[in-house]
């Protein structure tokens, strides 16, 4: 351990306050850790320079520059929408743009403003957020409606010169204003309420009540981006929406995801202040994994089979607290008097290295474990008390997928060699050594790491440890080694689901596309499943039933039921991305339509993965696929022609056809 007396923990030992500046890039990192400060866009309120700035989502940059072109050759009347959750890159868009545009804000008021105002070219320009409250001063009554307002009132004074709006908006406000529109839309016309209509459902043509006819689009930016143009009372009119929430920070572009460039710089902001650490502190361990370039790759295949499990996209503001998690560990709570986190860990640190027993030692580095970032990252519990029972440190959004990938949990693929790793404690060997030499734990190993593994084995090793804390802390241990080698090998928890959705999504990258073969008699078994005495590729179901449930073979049954044996050979499967989301669709053979949909998600896909034969399998999501699959069924089944049905009667679980 650093002994140096310059060093953070000789000064916190000796009652001094740790250098400020030695905290620099951590204390920042713990400020952001939940997002960015603002949660609108204050245009002039700038960042300081240490702030790495994460690459725009695909299309806002063109968006931007589109939007200040056409100041220079005006139309009547120019709206651009942002639409999207808290957290996605919106207000940090919006004030580049107040940049670039000469918006500004006194320093003195640090509180962000609904909407800023400049003049250029002859073009009225405005910035609004509304993420802020429309002040009740300015709409009074129609406050519930201020977005139709300032639509209806950009429309208004674009007959008198031309009006450019640049609008940060999140999703659920249209939708409450178009609810409120009945209570408080006195005075809001037509083209305000057709706006807030086509930004709820971009796909509708709304300008029919409009009485004005479509033009082109100019820009073309994917799917997540829609534009109107029409000419309305003589004006050129361009309203332009698109979704920052819509496309993942994990897809790669150009060497790597915006997400993983973000989280580099942050690794090199933090690289001088962890190298001064003493060798046994976890945070200098996680900055150390970090800093080799293919090593973000790791963090990376982390967040993008966790944004998988989860179905839900990571936001920027997920981003910055996953970086905060992967390199500070997680938010904490202690009782040891400690001013800062660095504090906390070397109080830690100088209980591991100076404890009166072994017991002490331990309990420190234990402490300190949860620091760690695959330990961090997959929320794994922490031995606390005499006992060792297990202490689960705070929980997060972004938890819900990467607990669903965490490789101690979900039997990776390396699972079997940690586990024979570990067979070498009981004759005071060290696990690591075996897995080093396979090269599992590839610049995954660290001074902090050989700290714990000495002290677990020592301690487990010794009179002073009881059987049952034993077998905690040796299985606590395999955990640890198992996370740490699914980080450093890629190989995380429920890998073969992931797989198998990603492999669906290249299928259909192109549009509409096949599921893989295997897969596909999953899915079909798991929609259709098999009577071991109906007739192959046909699915009994009860005849004239509220719910399509399918009848299951048993001969315990003893009072007859009338049934419905309907083949579904006809029946084709394909799937379909929508977004960031991959669809099922059922089609008849010959026909285009689709007569039933299903998304194909993490829960859906690791229950056909479950199915074995012709039979459904099961896993704890069951209850929670189950309706959604009985839809489809139903919707699906519903199509069948009427001739290729038979009714037939189950005595004794045999099916008895009626003549």
């Not at 931007?64 to 942002?82: C, N, Q, W, Y």
């Not at 904490?332 to 906390?344: I, K, M, N, P, V």
């Not at 420190?364 to 202490?391: C, K, Q, V, W, Y």
Request: proline share 5%.
């Amino acid at each position: 351990m650093n002994s140096n007396p310059g060093s953070s923990e000789a000064k916190v030992l000796a009652g001094q306050s740790v250098d400020a500046k030695q905290e620099t890039s951590f204390q920042k990192l713990q400020k952001r850790a939940f997002g960015g400060e603002d949660v609108a866009a204050r245009p002039g309120a700038e960042d300081d320079g240490w702030w790495p700035k994460g690459p725009l989502l695909p299309g806002v940059h063109e968006l931007i520059r589109d939007f200040v072109a056409g100041i220079e050759s005006p139309e009547g009347l120019h709206i651009v929408f942002l639409l999207g959750g808290a957290g996605n890159g919106k207000s940090f868009a919006a004030r580049s743009l107040g940049k670039e545009l000469g918006l500004s804000t006194s320093a003195s008021d640090e509180l962000a403003h609904r909407i800023y105002k400049t003049t250029k070219n002859g073009v009225s320009i405005e910035l609004l957020n509304d993420a802020t409250i429309a002040p009740s001063a300015d709409y009074q009554s129609r406050q519930p409606v201020a977005l139709a307002c300032d639509i209806q009132r950009w429309w208004d004074e674009s007959a008198a010169s031309p009006v450019a709006a640049f609008c940060c908006v999140n999703r659920g406000i249209v939708i409450d204003e178009l609810r409120s529109l009945s209570e408080h839309g006195d005075g809001i016309e037509v083209l305000a309420r057709a706006v807030l209509a086509w930004l709820a459902s971009p796909g509708q043509d709304d300008l029919g009540q409009l009485g004005a006819s479509r033009e082109g689009a100019k820009l073309v930016l994917g799917d997540h981006y829609h534009e109107l143009r029409f000419n309305l009372d003589g004006r050129a009119v361009r309203i332009s929406a698109m979704s920052v929430d819509a496309c993942s920070l994990m897809d790669i572009d150009g060497v790597q995801s915006r997400a993983g460039a973000l989280f580099q710089q942050i690794v090199e902001r933090c690289r001088d202040d962890a190298m001064v650490r003493p060798m046994e502190c976890p945070i200098r361990a996680n900055v150390q994994q970090w800093l080799p370039p293919n090593t973000i790759l790791s963090w990376e295949n982390i967040l993008a089979h966790a944004e998988i499990a989860s179905g839900r996209l990571h936001s920027y503001r997920d981003v910055w607290g996953l970086a905060a998690l992967s390199i500070l560990g997680p938010r904490f709570a202690t009782l040891d008097g400690s001013r800062s986190l660095l504090e906390h860990v070397d109080r830690c640190l100088h209980k591991a290295r100076n404890g009166s027993s072994l017991k002490e030692k331990l309990d420190a580095l234990l402490e300190l474990s949860h620091f760690r970032m695959h330990n961090a990252l997959f929320r794994a519990p922490m031995p606390t008390g005499d006992d060792a029972l297990p202490f689960y440190p705070p929980t997060t959004p972004a938890h819900l997928g990467l607990s669903l990938v965490d490789p101690s949990a979900w039997g990776a693929m390396d699972s079997q060699v940690v586990e024979a790793a570990m067979q070498s404690v009981a004759l005071g060997g060290m696990p690591s050594e075996s897995l080093l030499e396979s090269g599992l734990l590839d610049n995954a190993w660290f001074g902090f790491d050989k700290c714990l593994e000495q002290a677990i084995v020592e301690y487990v090793g010794s009179n002073d440890c009881s059987d049952s804390v034993r077998r905690r802390l040796v299985s606590w241990f395999g955990g640890y080694l198992t996370r740490l080698v699914g980080v450093s090998t890629g190989h995380l928890g429920n890998r073969a689901v992931v797989k198998q959705w990603e492999l669906c999504r290249e299928k259909c990258a192109k549009g509409v596309g096949k599921l893989p073969l295997e897969l596909e008699k999953a899915i079909r078994s798991l929609i259709f499943p098999q009577h071991d005495d109906a007739p192959q590729d046909s699915i009994l179901v009860p005849a004239f039933a509220a719910r399509v449930e399918p009848l299951q073979a048993s001969r315990e049954e003893t009072s007859p039921r009338l049934a419905e044996i309907i083949p579904h050979n006809s029946i084709n499967l394909q799937v379909r991305q929508q977004g960031s989301r991959l669809v099922l669709e059922c089609t008849l053979t010959g026909h285009a339509e689709v007569i039933g949909q299903l998304v194909l998600d993490f829960s859906l896909m690791r229950e056909a993965l479950a199915c074995r034969g012709h039979r459904a399998g099961q896993t704890e999501s069951t209850a929670h696929v189950e309706p959604r699959i009985e839809r489809c069924r139903a919707s699906s089944l519903s199509a069948v022609p009427a001739n290729q049905r038979r009714l037939v009667v189950i005595s004794g679980g045999s099916p008895v056809e009626l003549s």
